[in-house]
């Protein structure tokens, strides 16, 4: 991956003061991009990202911002195109959990996901579209004329009980993808997504920070280990790379082949 340059390229990346948004700021920064660190509160851990980047040579701003509503994605994107002209990729990121049995499941845990995992990623696509068609083609920066990468999770594929508000934002976040690829190919915007399995990051720290969570964890994972952020970053890193350029309208499932259904390789 030490090839793959983004070189002159100017990133958004929402939900990016930790986990494997902060994996994918700090990897873009690497291959030579300008990146926003948007964070919705962690003020502290955002800004100590944009000293690291800088002090190693990159561009960074850290931008506060509420994806899940139209006027805090419009604040985002405008401080956006403030600090850095123009935007050629987004990588639409953030995420919550708040989970809860489906018949406990209060109409304020429901609608803070979907708010947030699939709401929030709908209007930021919306408004990267928008600058993207604003800006036009620009052949000595990408072959594109934007690209979108939505993060999505195994969820999509696989029924999660407990969890059904995060499965169905997942679920719909698929089909949007898929949609508007079909919709903005044409027009050379490239929409693709990547769905991380367990990974280590701070929203599901109790399913592996302990040896006995971690031995159930890997009951599921063919593979043997667990995911860092660092992986799914660097898929990141090349789906939106000109690498990839014919490559549109997939997921990339990144998980250690957990939706290969490991509980039925003994047979079912």
Known sequence: MSGLTLTGQRALITGASSGIGQATACAFARAGAAVIVNYLSD??????MVEDI???????????????????????????ME???????????????????????????WRKVIDVNLTGQFLC??????????????????RALGKILF????????PWAGHANYAAAKGGLKLLMQTMAQELAPEKIR?????PGAIKTPINTEAWDSEEARRELLELI?????GEP??????????VSDESDYVVGTTLFIDGGMVLYPSFREGG
């Open 83 to 109: 600090k850095l002209g123009g935007i050629d990729i987004l990588i639409a990121n953030a995420g919550v959990q708040s989970d809860a049995a489906f018949t406990a499941m209060s109409l304020e845990d």
């Open 43 to 48: 003020d502290q851990e955002a800004r100590q």
């Open 54 to 80: 800088r002090r190693d040579g990159g561009t960074a701003y850290a931008v506060q911002g509420d994806v899940s509503t139209e006027e805090g994605c419009e604040t985002l994107f405008a401080q956006a």
């Open 125 to 142: 696509a919306k408004a990267a579209v928008e600058q993207f068609r604003r800006q036009g083609l620009d052949t000595q920066r990408s």
């Open 230 to 239: 660092e992986d799914v970053a660097r898929a990141a890193l090349w789906l």
């Open 222 to 226: 063919p593979y043997g280990r667990v």
């Open 151 to 158: 993060t999505s999770s195994v969820h999509q594929a696989i």
């Open 191 to 195: 929409i693709n997504a990547i769905a």
